[in-house]
Nanobody, 124 residues
Framework: QVQLVESGGGLVQAGGSLRLSCAVS????????VGWFRQAPGKEREFVSG????????YYIDSVKGRFTISRDNAKNTVYLQMNSLKPEDTAVYVC?????????????????RGQGTQVTVSS
């Protein structure tokens, strides 16, 4: 059974930074593509960033390009989302997800494994 556990969320002022971590356990992590989703109150869930299983392909939603960086450490079975220059509109619950597909789908339900989420709150 694959499990994903996020950490690193919290309250930060606008312009600040946070690094989210997603620890993956249960199977060989390097064989998974991973993605980060977020959902703010009253809004639809959106695909924020993704990383292919080989690490050669990355995706970012336009609103976070240049501010967020996704990375993975296969030795630690962990994927990260470095978030800089945070804005109040980045406030949401962030969820990591993993799939055995080589590339990262943008649909939340196409990921076989999903975490519980971590809250990120950016104050103005």
């Amino acid at each position: 059974q694959v499990q994903l556990v996020e950490s690193g969320g919290g309250l930060v002022q606008a312009g600040g930074s946070l690094r989210l971590s997603c620890a993956v356990s249960g199977r060989t992590f390097s064989n998974y593509a991973v993605g980060w989703f977020r959902q703010a109150p009253g809004k639809e869930r959106e695909f924020v960033s993704g990383l292919s299983w080989g690490g050669g392909s990355r995706y970012y939603i336009d609103s976070v390009k240049g501010r967020f960086t996704i990375s993975r450490d296969n030795a630690k079975n962990t994927v990260y989302l470095q978030m800089n220059s945070l804005k109040p509109e980045d406030t949401a619950v962030y969820v990591c997800a993993a799939t055995i597909r080589a590339t990262m789908p943008q649909s939340y339900w196409e990921y076989e494994y999903r975490g519980q989420g971590t809250q990120v709150t950016v104050s103005s």
